[in-house]
């Protein structure tokens, strides 16, 4: 929470409350880092998401995600930004113009 008289910085983009499944895979690991978690809200660049395991911070990941506007898994690389228990904030890095699209698309239609 800011302080009085602080100023919180803003985003770049709003983020955008979603309940969608994901797969996580730690890049460098194989199968042994494999976990399965929920992703709670969505912007452009990045991703809010609970995932029940012990990721650092500076890791990246790929995310297989189950968006609601599309008939496939969304695969998509992240780095692990920030981590409060297990509630994580993921970066979204290398995006594909498909996986892009997908996400711009899931961002208009999700609530604010």
């Not at 602080?6 to 979603?18: D, L």
């Not at 506007?69 to 992240?78: C, G, L, M, R």
Request: charged share 25%.
């Amino acid at each position: 929470m800011p302080q009085p008289g602080s100023v919180e910085p803003s985003r770049r983009w709003p983020r955008h409350k979603i309940d969608v499944r994901l797969k996580v895979t730690v890049e460098g690991t194989g199968s042994g880092g494999l976990a399965f978690g929920r992703g709670n809200n969505l912007s452009h660049d990045g991703m809010g998401a609970y995932i029940p395991s012990a990721i650092p911070v500076g890791t990246r990941v790929l995310l297989e995600v189950s968006f609601l506007y599309s008939p496939i898994e969304v695969k998509v690389k992240a780095v692990v930004r920030n981590c409060e228990g297990f509630r994580y904030g993921l970066e979204f890095v290398d995006v594909s113009a498909e996986a892009r699209r997908i996400i711009d698309k899931n961002c208009g239609a999700a609530i604010h």
